[in-house]
């Protein structure tokens, strides 16, 4: 299993300003990943980071907007950059662990974000 | 390409009663599907998942889940509900065929169990 914390669990903040998530993994892991949930919901895929290379971005993020870092195998950061209303939702790290039959996912407990 | 399924936005349930969760998958190899739980203000905790074997499999909290290959399905269900079972559930599927594949969440289930 893996315990993730993220940093902050809460944020309001003003249109036009950018705000960096925080994420710790308490075991190396290869592979993180940052989801967005938009109120009422599910769960969307931004990004996928692996230490040392850049982070892999799905259909309709970009880097410009949620740059990613990755410094090493127990740490990322997600940036939501020139943010507007529309980017509140909650912000979820994720580990993968194990091999490919036995991968299990965790979830950290959530960035909150709302912007005015 | 791989999708998943949850027909039901809410779910409600008097409690001690049985509750049943649905969830139909589509992938293009085999599946390796989960189910998660979200309480309000707190991130997404694993239930239980489904490789191979027995096509029933139990997991946290008493749930359980049937597999179900004909009927591309994978129902949660728990025999007797508590109000502490009141959440948001997700159910998740990947290719295991495919080593690019990625977890698919469905739109989640809102389950309400009455006392």
């Known amino acids: 299993s893996a315990v993730i914390s993220q940093k902050p669990s809460r944020d309001i903040c003003q249109r036009g300003t950018s705000l960096t998530i925080q994420c710790q993994v308490d075991?190396?892991?290869?592979?993180m990943f940052w989801y967005r949930q938009q109120p009422g919901q599910s769960l969307t895929l931004i990004a996928t980071?692996?230490?040392?290379?850049?982070?892999?971005?799905e259909s309709g993020f970009v880097i410009d907007k949620f740059p990613i870092s990755r410094p090493n195998l127990t740490f990322s950061t997600l940036t939501v950059s020139n943010m507007s209303p529309e980017d509140s939702s909650i912000y979820l790290c994720?580990?993968?662990?194990?091999?490919?039959?036995?991968?299990?996912?965790?979830f950290g407990p959530g960035t909150r974000l709302t912007v005015l | 390409a791989q999708s998943v399924a949850q027909p039901e936005d809410q779910v409600n349930v008097a409690e001690g009663n049985p509750l049943t969760v649905k969830c139909t998958y589509s992938?293009?190899?085999?599946?390796?599907l989960f189910w998660y739980v979200q309480y309000p203000n707190r991130g997404l905790q694993f239930l239980l998942k489904?490789?191979?074997?027995?096509?029933l499999v139990k997991g946290s909290y008493g749930f359980e889940a049937e597999f179900n290959k004909s009927q591309t399905s994978f129902h949660l269900k728990k025999p007797s509900a508590l109000v502490s079972d009141s959440a948001l559930y997700f159910c998740?599927?990947?290719?295991?065929?495919?080593?690019?594949?990625?977890?698919?969440f469905g739109s989640g289930t809102r389950l309400s169990i009455r006392p």
């Open positions: 994720s580990v993968e662990t194990g091999t490919v039959l036995t991968n299990e996912q965790f």
């Open positions: 075991s190396q892991v290869t592979m």
């Open positions: 980071a692996n230490q040392g290379s850049e982070a892999t971005y």
């Open positions: 992938v293009s190899g085999n599946p390796y």
């Open positions: 489904y490789i191979t074997g027995d096509n």
């Open positions: 998740a599927v990947r290719d295991l065929d495919s080593s690019a594949s990625k977890i698919i």
